[in-house]
């Protein structure tokens, strides 16, 4: 699901919030309508994502991804990284305060997500 509504969005603010939501609430695959109109994108276009060719191509480029950090230490799922690198200092951060460091590599100006 996240993969399909980060499609969507053009931007790194609104693809750092609709993260933040999702990886915020207790059950994230739950909150994918509320988070996805929280974002400003329709919700059936997400859904009908999931479901289609489309939403497995992602997946599957997603698990490429995640692969492609195993020899770096991945040790658990969700591993995050940014800008395409993993460090572990960022992991651990990012599962205490994900807007924090996702807000410190966005820079300025900050995207509306990071001004809250």
Not at 7 to 22: H, R
Request: aromatic share 6%; glycine share 8%.
């Amino acid at each position: 699901m996240q993969s399909c509504a980060l499609s969507l969005l053009n931007s790194s603010g609104p693809q750092m919030e609709f993260v933040y939501c999702v990886m915020s609430s207790v059950d994230g695959s739950q909150e994918g309508k509320r988070c996805s109109e929280k974002v400003g994108i329709s919700w059936a276009a997400v859904d009908s994502c999931t479901k289609s060719t489309v939403g497995t191509t992602l997946q599957l480029m997603a698990q490429e991804e995640t692969l492609k950090l195993a020899p770096l230490g991945l040790g658990f799922v969700p591993t995050i990284t940014f800008n395409k690198k993993y460090s572990q200092q960022d992991q651990r951060d990012a599962l205490q305060n994900f807007r924090g460091i996702a807000c410190r590599y966005l820079g300025s100006p900050a995207p509306p997500g990071c001004q809250i």
